[in-house]
């Protein structure tokens, strides 16, 4: 007798704005200056204020292959501590005066050098990471 076939619950990523981005600011961000964090929250309204990303914060994190963290699924279902929360909030509210601060879509850690960093144009670093724009 075979036993029973059990089906994997497929996990699914958070829908709440809030959340989504207060996750990518921890998990990516959470040890670095307030300019850091700040920067790494514009990376995701300047995309969706682009053409060639997705239209809302989750889906913009979410993005497959866009920030590491989201590789691990055991990560989706985790809550940031309430400071991010917060901030994730307070950027929320300041997304417009974000993206003017900090023009950046992409970032990477400053101890490796992906490929797509020599087609970007170099604006700035923070911390423990590059940033660029398109």
């Not at 497929?10 to 996750?23: E, F, G, N």
């Not at 994190?61 to 699924?73: C, E, G, I, L």
Request: aromatic residues 14%; glycine residues 2%; charged residues 20%.
């Amino acid at each position: 007798v075979k036993p029973p076939i059990t089906r994997r619950k497929r996990i699914k990523p958070p829908t709440s704005s809030v959340l989504c981005l207060a996750q990518n600011l921890y998990f990516e961000a959470a040890t670095e200056p307030e300019a850091g964090i700040a920067a790494v929250a514009a990376t995701v309204f300047n995309r969706i204020a682009s053409k060639y990303y997705p239209q809302s914060i989750c889906a913009v994190v979410y993005q497959p292959f866009q920030y590491s963290w989201t590789v691990k699924v055991s990560n989706w279902n985790r809550t940031p501590p309430k400071a991010f929360m917060t901030l994730a909030k307070q950027f929320i509210r300041d997304r417009d005066i974000l993206r003017e601060d900090y023009p950046v879509t992409h970032f990477h850690r400053i101890d490796i050098t992906p490929k797509w960093a020599s087609t970007m144009t170099y604006v700035s670093t923070f911390g423990q990471h590059i940033f660029y724009s398109m």
